[in-house]
């Protein structure tokens, strides 16, 4: 059984730091990790992407420059750093998984997701 655990999120002012972080526990996966939120009365969104053959990120335009997505195998972690925080960001943070075999695009397990207020 695949399990994604997310912690980190809180409440941060403006300008500030948050990093979150992803436990995850399994058997098989596809190339992809990813973050993605949703802010209240939005659609969730991507934000950001890591590739397991290769290590190759990506980051929705929002947050270029100010957060970095990483994964430390060892302890089964995904951790996405957010630097200069904007009360834009303000969301629920999911990290999420491919099932091995899946589509670039699909992404088939989710965590319960972290809040992160960001107050101006």
């Known amino acids: 059984q695949v399990q994604l655990v997310e912690s980190g999120g809180g409440l941060v002012q403006a300008g500030g730091s948050l990093r979150l972080s992803c436990a995850v526990s399994?058997?098989?996966?596809?190339?992809?990790f990813g973050w993605f939120r949703q802010a209240p009365g939005k659609e969730r969104e991507f934000v950001s992407s890591?590739?397991?053959?290769?290590?190759?990120?990506a980051y929705a335009d929002p947050v270029k420059g100010r957060f970095s997505i990483s994964r430390d195998s060892a302890k089964n972690t995904l951790y996405l750093q957010m630097n200069s925080l904007k009360p834009e960001d303000t969301a629920v943070y999911y990290c999420?998984?491919?099932?091995?075999?899946?589509?670039?695009?699909?992404?088939?397990?989710w965590g319960q997701g972290t809040q992160v207020t960001v107050s101006s």
């Open positions: 890591f590739r397991r053959s290769g290590g190759d990120t």
């Open positions: 999420a998984a491919q099932m091995y075999g899946a589509p670039n695009e699909r992404y088939d397990y």
């Open positions: 399994g058997r098989i996966f596809g190339n992809y």
